[in-house]
């Protein structure tokens, strides 16, 4: 499956993005879906991943304020990001992964080439 993440941009801390993540192929509906980030100089994390039925898991830094959806007639995952803060400035993945709920990146097997999202205080 090939992936392409985009709707990153530059936001004030407080403010929102939704980030997509476009999926190609025919079975978009039987896999799970996440989002992870990478800030310079750390490594990646985990943000949301939600399963082909729609549960969702979600890091315990985004909780309550980050959403993860998915569309599966358009083969699209969505990030809505709310009550952005500085650091959340990073550059976001979409994924796609094995199992019910990944969250570890070895849990996943094709990545998009990521959005960066930049949040200024």
């Known amino acids: 499956v090939q992936l392409q993440a985009y709707g990153g941009g530059l936001v004030q801390a407080g403010g929102s993005l939704r980030l997509s993540c476009a999926a190609s192929g025919r079975t978009f509906s039987s896999y799970p879906m996440g989002w992870f980030r990478q800030a310079p100089g750390k490594e990646r994390e985990f943000v949301a991943t939600?399963?082909?039925?729609?549960?969702?898991s979600y890091a315990d830094s985004v909780k309550g304020r980050f959403t993860i959806s998915r569309d599966n007639s358009e083969k699209t995952v969505y990030l809505q990001m709310n009550n952005l803060k500085p650091e959340d400035t990073a550059v976001y993945y979409c994924?796609?992964?094995?199992?019910?709920?990944?969250?570890?990146?070895?849990?996943?097997?094709?990545w998009g080439q990521g959005t960066l999202v930049t949040v200024s205080s």
């Open positions: 994924a796609a992964g094995r199992g019910l709920l990944p969250q570890e990146k070895d849990e996943f097997y094709s």
């Open positions: 939600i399963s082909w039925s729609g549960a969702t």
